[in-house]
């Protein structure tokens, strides 16, 4: 039986609109899904090319653990997909959000040069899951953009494996990925992350200089 | 008789929106409290975990001087409930507004070394209770932040009757806190003291960058 | 017969209502004025202390040339009602607006130095009534601000007077006065002038930093 | 037989509040096209002086290849409806848009001498028809801003066969210019490519500072 795309498009419509207004799914890049099924794995994530802000039932399609259109017959899912199964797999995660904010994206390039960045000290990291102090210590890996999905897709396996202890990872000048164990939690992930972001890049070197 | 949760939610979810709208309760930061009764004392308070945009009276719990939940029987109120008794207690207040913005979390650990970072000359200080003239000097105070709530309580009430002229004062890389006689009146305190911030962010030193 | 507040108040909530989303009104700052009557003067004001964003008709009196309100018995005019009876008299304004953003606080700030700074060279000048090319320099006065309400009006008076072209003034670290024959254009040059005040502060010294 | 200026200005709206929402169309600042016949060529384009998040079908106009109203008989098209022809003419585009955000404004200052500004590695660009990879290289003219249109037309004219990869173009101090071969692939370019400048303008020189 197919999911009950209207019922998931409704709260992703709530999400795309409310992200949509931080500007942070700009254009019609972002791209969101929900696990319907663990076994097989089926996935319930963005077409390709939608804008966010004004998502319907029509702008989802079902996907397969190898990403293939499992529902409706036609449609095509976002050139990310292969990433979100990834992330699913290696996190059994329930939910994975995709942001392309102006922070996350200036602070990939900054530090790519690290393959990541460290977030330690803020309060708000307590709002991402198993996080008890503001002394906690986040690694936020960054990883090359690349356009070879399958390639790309390594990479991230490689990354969620190496950092276990990772929230969420950033591709270069490409935004940043969140996930959780349902919806609501990953979307709480993606404000912590991008405030985080925000604050990191304004204070280590003003948020908009460097060498 | 318990509080009507239902008519302090409607007002706390319309502040809600408001702040989150602006950004300063991103995720689910920031606690909202409003004094029900002052003999014995007892505050509705935010409950943990709330995104402070989608409040109902569900997410509201009642608690006393020790910070203790009197009603409903279940619920968990924010983790921050300790600071707020000591706020209303020191101050007096009827109505205690945390906020997690990004220039209070910036500011707060610029000026740690110096406890605190004074504002002056700013018009918008007449929006302060009691302030007349923009020549008045506010001294907002800052404090380690910490985990443990009855030791940082205890900083709290120290820092309230060291600075008794004190109309908000930041935890580190924490946000802000502010009162009022009123809600409204703590409502106006959050804007002015946050438009102040920004203010002096941006002046002092670019509001970017720092030795 | 006094205004019809009502009207003006659908007016006037719709302007406050935008401006409170810009976060040009923070607080309670800000004031808006109309002209209700030429001879005798009569302005319909927003009150004191009131919320720009939760503008109603009982926001609104009038006054009359000495700032006075004639209309209803009680009401507390905006602190500022004596600026707008200047503005109104030498411009011969049919609507003053004023707001309190955070780049003409900046701003006003930096170039006090100086009685005020040019703009020139932007297209967005041409928004300014009576101006036909970005070529246009626009002299904007800044006055020391002072709650000496007489002794600031007076200053106001000068200002204007010795700044014929002027289609704004400033008040250091207390915002911006712009006005129109019409509400419409009065609005239109708070939208101009703040876009012109933001596009300056970020270009000359990078809109953060200053000696 | 005259366009159906309703159902246009209804598209025209919802673009108007969106862009007017991000501070792209401030004022009266930008203005919209759409081609509404080939041959002859005939386009509905916004009016002049007209707010931007305010239109109804009273704010278009038709004008022909000279630029000349069509329909109705009067009402006044946008000073730059030249411009709109030459894009179309040049590009075969079906919409064109022009937004005045703050980011266009100082980045076409910044880099005037150059007469143009590179972008390149970003994976938005994916967003801009016909481009495939973040490795593209676009590569954004700019022109000095002009009064005269006839003049400035034949500038547009020229930069658009010269550089015939460019998605958009800006004008200095004047804001940017962007075009679909639909109304969605317009809006599209303009969010792809504000979101570029705010990118690039923070990133080479901190967004805020220059020479």
């Given at each position: 039986?197919?999911?009950d ?33 663990r ?45 979100h ?5 290696a996190r ?27 977030v ?27 356009q070879?999905m ?8 490689a ?53």
């Amino acid at each position: 039986m197919p999911p009950d795309f209207s019922t998931i498009a409704v709260r992703l419509a709530e999400i795309g609109r409310r992200f949509d207004a931080r500007g942070w799914v700009l254009g019609t890049s972002g791209n969101f899904s929900v696990v319907v099924n663990r076994e097989p794995l089926r996935l319930a994530i963005t077409s390709s090319g939608i804008s966010k802000g004004e998502l319907t039932a029509d702008g989802i399609v079902e996907i397969d653990r190898a990403a293939q259109v499992t529902f409706p017959g036609t449609g095509q899912p976002s050139a990310e997909a292969r990433l979100h199964v990834e992330i699913v797999q290696a996190r059994g995660a329930g939910a994975v959000l995709h942001t392309h904010s102006m922070w996350s994206t200036l602070l990939s390039d900054r530090h790519i040069a690290g393959r990541g960045l460290a977030v330690e000290g803020y309060e708000m990291l307590k709002g991402l899951q198993g996080v008890a102090t503001h002394e906690h210590r986040e690694w936020i890996p960054i990883l090359e953009n690349d356009q070879d999905m399958e390639r790309l897709a390594g990479q991230v396996h490689a990354a969620l494996i190496e950092c276990r202890g990772a929230h969420a990872f950033l591709l270069r000048r490409h935004g940043m990925y969140t996930w959780g164990e349902t919806l609501s939690q990953a979307v709480r992930h993606v404000e912590i992350v991008e405030f985080l972001l925000e604050a990191v890049a304004r204070s280590e070197r003003g948020g908009t200089t460097w060498p």
